[in-house]
């Protein structure tokens, strides 16, 4: 895809107040002369109404216009940073995702990072191999920087669970981990951390599907076209740049930053493992939100937590470890819990069990997912390594054939009055977790308003030098 054009490219000549918005725009004479339809001129009529919400979200209407070339279809997503919606680009004849963010200043100052990180991305993928979301424009529009992308596939959350959670094939699990991998080692070697890698924040490109027909589930949907992108660069981080003290979702949270050790690539690695095990099993590996229980987790499937890494926690002043350890490093765990909270626990399974280690795919793959999932970030493999595991020079079994894929004809749909989306879209293109649907509860803290910096102090480089755990 051709690299995005922000507002700036157009240069001081030829911008155009907007008489309904106060906002300069460029001025393409092309557009200015179009004629306006019913919804545009109800759009002129809302000249005196709120455009905002108490939240400070944009009142989006269907039909009305985001400048005269994007005109609203349809709301495709919701979340902490603003609203995505399908629009028709009446330029370029197309549909296109825009990420309206909220007007409240530390979104705006959020998504104004977030529009030069993908201006960074973009000028430094010449051959457009960094497999990052590339941004097509960007303005602002009534006080609402709008993200203007391509638009895409459902996200692998939303394949999975509109699949029943049924787990992907160890075919497409390698065929998707080479490609996150590949991205994960553009970034960092740009020197720069997404911190926040999970499913919600892959998306198909195209995530068109067909069924898959076998005795043990009766039949799963297999997605036809297995290329993916990262999108979301909302909370990545520079690694000269200041280092908020919490980052990544709770699924998706590497020890060191639980243990308030500090954080930097490795994070991303234990992200990328945490992606890759649930999209073999089906089921997030931590689901929890309690930080006490997370540790417990990660023990019952990795073994006992560096000593050192509890200690290391334990000198922090106002260190979370303090109250997760004796003072000889040992998890204070159940202690106290809840009933529910210690079953979780004593239900996780080592991680050499989730795998048939009788199968040489499945051996590689383990041994791919332990070295990604190592306690100690300074031991974890970078990404640029992963790839030359020998996970990714063998071909996993098949679990389906042409043979046993069911063909569906497609149904004509009759024409639409105005620009509809097509069938299989859907994706918030970042800033939302979806619920998960074990035993989750809302976090006290939210979790996004850390991530963001608004409360968080930097902390030193990650914490390391401790024996290796085996798995």
Request: one cysteine or more; aromatic letters at 10%.
């Amino acid at each position: 895809m051709a690299a995005g054009r922000g507002m700036h490219d157009f240069g001081e000549q030829g911008l155009l107040s907007n008489r309904y918005g106060g906002e300069k725009r460029p001025y393409k004479p092309e557009l200015q002369t179009q004629k306006l339809d019913d919804f545009d001129q109800r759009q002129r009529r809302r000249m005196d109404e709120q455009w905002d919400d108490a939240d400070g979200h944009y009142i989006i209407q269907v039909g009305e216009s985001l400048l005269p070339q994007y005109k609203i279809m349809k709301i495709i997503g919701e979340g902490t940073f603003g609203k995505v919606t399908q629009c028709w680009d009446r330029k370029e004849k197309k549909y296109v995702a825009i990420k309206i963010i909220k007007s409240i200043q530390k979104y705006r100052d959020a998504a104004r990072v977030e529009i030069e990180i993908l201006k960074d991305i973009q000028l430094r993928d010449e051959n457009h191999e960094s497999g990052v979301i590339s941004l097509l424009e960007h303005f602002d529009f009534r006080g609402h920087y709008c993200l203007v992308f391509d638009l895409l596939g459902m996200s692998m959350y939303d394949f999975l669970r509109q699949n029943s959670y049924r787990a992907f094939s160890l075919y497409e699990v390698q065929i998707f981990a080479r490609q996150l991998l590949q991205t994960v080692s553009f970034l960092h070697a740009m020197d720069l951390i997404h911190t926040d890698l999970k499913l919600e924040n892959i998306l198909f490109v195209n995530s068109d599907w067909q069924y898959h027909r076998h005795s043990k589930h009766g039949r799963s949907r297999v997605v036809k076209q297995k290329d993916i992108v990262v999108i979301d660069l909302g909370s990545a981080t520079y690694e000269q740049e200041h280092h908020a003290t919490i980052v990544s979702t709770r699924h998706y949270r590497a020890p060191e930053v639980v243990l308030g050790l500090g954080w930097s690539y490795p994070c991303d690695i234990w992200s990328v493992g945490c992606i890759l095990l649930e999209l073999f099993t089906g089921d997030a590996t931590f689901q929890t939100h309690e930080n006490l229980e997370h540790l417990a987790m990660m023990e019952g499937i990795f073994g006992k937590i560096p000593v050192s890494m509890a200690l290391s926690s334990m000198s922090e002043r106002r260190g979370p470890a303090n109250k997760f350890f004796t003072p000889d490093g040992n998890l204070l765990w159940p202690d106290k819990a809840p009933q529910e909270n210690i079953k979780a626990v004593e239900n996780m399974r080592p991680l050499r069990e989730l795998f048939n280690m009788e199968r040489e795919d499945h051996r590689q793959f383990h041994d791919l997912c332990r070295t990604l999932l190592l306690y100690e970030p300074a031991k974890r493999v970078r990404a640029a390594d992963a790839l030359e595991h020998r996970f990714f020079k063998i071909e996993p079994e098949r679990e389906y054939t042409d043979a046993s894929l069911l063909q569906y004809p497609d149904v004509p749909i009759p024409p639409p009055t105005m620009p509809q989306a097509p069938m299989q879209m859907a994706s918030v293109y970042g800033g939302q977790t979806a619920y998960r649907p074990v035993r989750l509860v809302h976090q006290a803290v939210n979790d996004d308003a850390l991530r963001t910096g608004a409360v968080a102090q930097a902390r030193a480089g990650p914490g390391g030098g401790v024996k290796e755990m085996v798995c």
